[in-house]
């Protein structure tokens, strides 16, 4: 586990996507994966971005697929999460339960807080 | 197959690195493709486009500021693109973090570039562009050249010349005349005058241009039998008929005699023409004009010709020579005249050169002084990264590799400036077009061109290589050790430091002292041309322009065939103004100022004739009604005005200009002499003896700077002229009056046209609308500099205080006064200042003659001038080193010894 590495809201919204999707995570699944769960509009070049990011800091690997068997097929980047990437996940999943626990938040709809 | 907006692709691709760049095209298309199944095209498109907006900033981002392995040891060498985009990812980084430098670097430069943009283009499109035809580089301009009584004159060829070269001249494989006139359409609500050009019929073909719509002359529109053709330009033709089509084929009725319309002359062509060869204002109207009809009337027309393939300029000039010297001897015209084969460009650039080129001359200083800023800015934030610099050649960079960054950083900030620079030299040149009085009309044509890109691109290269160059050198010669054991004081010591400082220093106080030179020569040209311009618009015209309206008639022949006509509806005319409410007085002429006409010849007087007479052939001429001295606010100095029985008796009098008097009679006993005109061109009511009459003071009758003050006034009826002025001076506003006058004119003749209606004061203005441009923008262009060079002197001082602070500490812990501190400091700024300043002295005095011809009534060394722009400058220059010197001041010495 590096350590001290926090990852960024989005970064994790990203690889909660990976470990979600599994074997059927590329652009396309990935930004819909996000975008249809937290119901905010999300751009493909801010995905891309973020896995070259995580990448860097080698949470992720790709793997690009052999052309899609069609006229004009092309291949597709397969993204998945490492096993240095697995650790960072869950570690900051659970920090993020730590932090979480015993906090009352409004609900989303309530604002039950005011 | 539905294919994604292949724009917002094109964005997408351009923002992404190379590794990213198939799969998210890729994945974008298919879920667009979805979508358009799904929902629809547009809804798809949208969808589209919205995300490739959001997914240019996180691309750019990741593309630009991605952390690279810094490996030092490679890029030995100086090509390997990699290294090459880790330079410019270094120098994009570097210039993110230090926002407040790279704006204003950049700004600068692009101040500098913008303005050499600007006036290359105008420079380009006025003297250096090739006409837009077909075969440009052949077409010339044909002039007969001559000395007459002293003067060098360039003229329309005569007929005789005309005739021969139509007839023989093997030189042009196209001859084609135009001339300028007026005709009146009457077919609208009001009765129109339109400017009319009168061409050969084989003049657009000769040039390769096509008519907006309709067909061009043919021969055939020329003949006797053949019906009036005319064509129209395509801007009246918008503004008048709203660009209906239909309008070709249609007659109008122009001077009374039926039109067919047969084409409209494209908008190009017009502007071309208008800016380039016709001198008498736009014009609507288009006639075919037949040779015959050229020869036989007093106005010979100008030619243009298309050289034959393979002709020079000056083997088609020795042709029409030899052709020349046959008419002479045989006897069909005299010697005065030669042939002149001029380049189209060669009229205009005559008219503007003088004032183009200074211009040129200008922003090229300013853009020197840009780049001196610059070059400044970059050895400071230089000295101030030494560090960094520093550790990069101890841990192997080459010191190759060092100075590659910083040309890279360098070039990368000339682009930026030049892009920058475009932008702002393009809007700039639609202000400057905008605001362009008929006097400039040539400027309205100016548009930034291609052959313009490539000059700022040559620019913006050359200026990012020159200024990265110098700090490049001088931080190569650092001494790496002495700038780490200094820890992190960035700069190293005063002058006092070591080597390379001690040089840098040099080399900033240099470039300041350049820039001030610079700065010096080019607030002194603006002020000789301010001053000058100030004079000129203080002369006093000689007549009261305040209030004063014109109104310029032109009766047509048809309904006013004698001068007995003529004579009365001015008479009415004026007579029915002086009655209307709010006219103060009314007269008429057939010119006025600023424009009258040209009297060419010598002064003969009764009873003197040997006697040496005018030096200059030029004098003024004018026909004026009894009245018009009273209504022009002229004042009479001796003698008497016309009265109306004038210009119907037979004693021929004239009134003459109070320094015609004072030339030829200056003891007085002027009032009852005889004079005349003698020259070959002055018509006969000018030759024949003529009795003085009057004296009036001088006017400005070719405009304020002029000086021909040899002025001689006729009585109106003197000749026959078709065309008259009526001038009234309104007791109030005189745009109120002219609605009045109108209903004036239109009530004695329905079908009259008015030319123009002019207030006289407008006319003034305009007529020195080209000094005042000139002062103008060598005003902006000097302000410009001196705020650049302040710009510099005040860094230089800021970063020496910097710098010494340490040493400014020591010496007021040491007991040093305050003010001797700041005394210290400001010397740092002020002795480039008064060395630059000595330069520039020195320069413009050599300079400035270059300006002679453009300024009235003052000298190129006027002292006034330099003493006043060198306080300016010196005022300025010792506030920039003032204000940063002060801060020298606050400094606590406990503070500054501490921060060591």
Known sequence: ?????????????????????????????????????????????????????????????????????????????????????????????????????????????GDAGR | VTHPPRLATLLLSLALGRQDRRYVVADLAEEYAELAERLDRAAADRWYWSQVRRSIGPSLGRRLLRPRRLDIHAGSGLLGLETLLQDGSFAIKSFVRAPGFTFVAAATLAI????????????????????????????????????????????????????????????????????????????????????????????????????????????????????????????????????????????????????????????????????????????????????????????????????????????????????????????????????????TSEMVSRRLRTALWILQAAVVFVLLIACANVANMLISRGLARSQEFAIRSALGAGSMRVTRQLL?????????????????????LDLVAGAATDELRELRAVRIEPMVLVFALGVTLVTGLVFSFAPALLIRHREIAGVLSLGGRGGGGGGAGGGGTAASALVRQALVGFQVAIALVLFLGAGLLINSFHRLSRVDPGFEPANLIALDLRLPGTRYPDRIQRMAF??????????????????????????IGWLFGTIVIEGREGEPTNESPLMAGNYVSPDYFRAMGTELRQGQAFTPLDGRSDLRPVIVSQSLAQAFWPDGGILGQRMRIDSPFAADSVATWRTIVGVVEDMAVFGLGDDHRLQLYFPFGDRDAARGTVIVRATGNPADLVPLLEQQVWAIDPDLPINRVAVVERLLADDIARPRFNAALLGAFAVLALFLAAIGVYGVIALAVRQRTREIGVRVALGAQRGSVVRLIMGRGLRPIAIGMLVGVAAALALTRFLQSLLFQIQPTDPITYLAVIAILGTVGTLACYFPARRAMAVDPVEALRRE
């Open chain 2, 408 to 428: 890279t950083e360098g070039m990368l900030l000339g682009l930026v400036g030049g892009v920058v620079g475009f932008l702002l030299a393009s809007w700039c």
């Open chain 2, 112 to 343: 500098g570039i913008g303005a050499n943009v600007a006036t290359f283009s105008l420079v380009h499109s006025t003297v250096l562009r090739p006409l837009p035809f077909k075969h440009a580089d052949r077409i010339v301009e044909l002039w007969a050249e001559g000395e007459q009584m002293g003067a060098q004159i360039t003229t329309t060829p005569t007929n005789e010349m005309l005739d021969a070269w139509l007839t023989s001249a093997k030189s042009f494989d196209g001859l084609a005349l135009y001339r300028e006139t007026e005709t009146t359409y009457t077919g609208g609500a009001v009765p129109e005058v339109l400017g009319t050009a009168e061409v050969s019929a084989d003049l657009m073909a000769m040039l390769g241009v096509v008519p907006r719509i309709g067909r061009g002359f043919t021969p055939e529109d020329t003949t006797p039998a053949s019906q009036p053709t005319v064509m129209l330009s395509e801007g009246y033709w918008r503004s008048r008929f709203g660009s209906n089509p239909g309008l070709v084929g249609h007659s109008m009725a122009l001077d009374g005699v039926s039109h067919l319309v047969i084409g409209i002359v494209p908008e190009e062509l017009q502007r071309l023409f208008e800016a380039r060869f016709f001198v008498g204002g736009p014009k609507q109207a288009w006639l075919p004009l037949t040779l015959a009809a050229a020869l036989s009337s007093e106005s010979t027309p100008y030619v243009l010709a298309r050289l034959a393939q393979g002709i020079t300029v000056s083997e088609s000039r020795a042709e029409l020579d030899v052709i020349q010297s046959r008419i002479v001897e045989a006897g069909l015209t005299d010697d005065q005249w030669h042939p002149a084969v001029l380049q």
């Open chain 2, 570 to 595: 001015f008479e009415d005319m004026v007579d029915r103004v002086k009655l209307l409410p709010g006219a103060a007085a009314a007269a008429w002429s057939r010119y006025i100022p600023p424009d």
């Open chain 1, 1 to 109: 586990m590096p350590k001290g590495s926090f990852l960024a809201e989005f970064e994790l919204y990203v690889m909660l996507a990976l470990a979600r999707l599994g074997d059927g995570a590329y652009g396309v699944t990935i930004r819909q994966e996000i975008e249809g769960r937290t119901g905010r509009p999300v751009s493909i070049g801010a995905v891309y971005a973020t896995l070259g990011r995580l990448n860097d800091k080698g949470f992720v690997d790709f793997r690009t697929s052999d052309p899609l068997p069609v006229q004009g097929g092309r291949s597709r980047k397969y993204c998945s999460l490492t096993a240095s990437g697995r650790d960072a996940l869950a570690h900051s999943a659970t920090m993020l339960g730590r932090m979480l626990d015993g906090v009352e938040l409004g609900t989303a709809s």
